[in-house]
């Protein structure tokens, strides 16, 4: 994978905050390169900047200093309408809230984000994208009448829909039991597998970054590259 170029560079990355005390540091400094298709995993305390990191590199927070380049673009001084249009068919988004519409059935949570971007075939995408994740049973039941294994099932669909090339999940599993949350983990890798989408997760668990292809451990701001499954007990000590 070193020999492919990156599909993600952030270099020097700073993020700071305004707040009522003053200013936040949150990124100090981070850098992070991925290829496409590998799978990274960035894990560390409550606080590090994970999330944060990953609202950068979606577009979703502007970096204060340094260089953020994802797929050729430079998201540097980009507005919010320009992030809006990178975002679009580039990344999809999986968060530990499902964040799913609760009015609309799980078929027009996943179309209906389709249709606005333009797609003619939306209903038809995402009853297929909704049966990739087992749930071409449950195409018109509404968020209510989901557990909450099947609403994350259908953000997925959701964010894989569009067929992005980068899919970013930020503790996927943080609001399902051990078990339901050991099933998403697993179609998540077999998706990532049989599409060959690059994958950024982040998550509190060592167990579940360890089968990613790169561990970076975060901690106050900074990023770190770890060898797979060594060394974790040590995160949060990043010089």
């Not at 943080?174 to 690059?198: K, P, Q, V, W, Y």
């Not at 089968?211 to 106050?220: E, L, S, W």
């Amino acid at each position: 994978m070193a020999t492919l170029p990156p599909l993600i560079k952030i270099n020097d990355c700073h993020l700071t905050l305004t707040s009522r005390a003053g200013p936040v540091h949150i990124l100090r400094g981070a850098s992070l390169e991925v290829v496409t298709g590998e799978a990274v995993a960035i894990i560390g305390p409550s606080g590090s900047g994970k999330s944060s990191l990953m609202a950068v590199l979606t577009g979703l927070e502007a970096a204060t200093a340094g260089h953020v380049e994802v797929d050729g673009v430079d998201l540097t001084g980009l507005g919010e309408d320009d992030l809006a249009r990178f975002r679009r068919g580039r990344v999809g988004i999986v968060l530990q809230s499902f964040h799913l519409i609760p009015t609309m059935t799980a078929l027009e949570n996943v179309a209906v984000p389709l249709e606005l971007a333009g797609a003619n075939d939306a209903f038809a995408v995402a009853e297929a994208e909704l049966a990739a994740v087992g749930l071409d049973h449950r195409l018109d039941h509404y968020p209510a009448q989901l557990s909450g294994g099947e609403q994350q099932r259908v953000a997925i669909a959701r964010a894989l829909a569009p067929s992005p090339k980068i899919l970013c999940a930020d503790e996927p599993t943080g609001n399902l039991d051990s078990a339901t949350g050991a099933a998403i983990i697993e179609l998540m890798f077999a998706l990532h597998r049989e599409r060959g989408t690059t994958m950024v997760l982040i998550t509190h668990d060592p167990a579940l970054a360890s089968r990613c292809d790169r561990i970076f451990a975060m901690a106050d701001g900074r990023l770190r590259a770890e060898e797979p499954g060594l060394r974790l007990h040590e995160i949060g000590k990043v010089p």
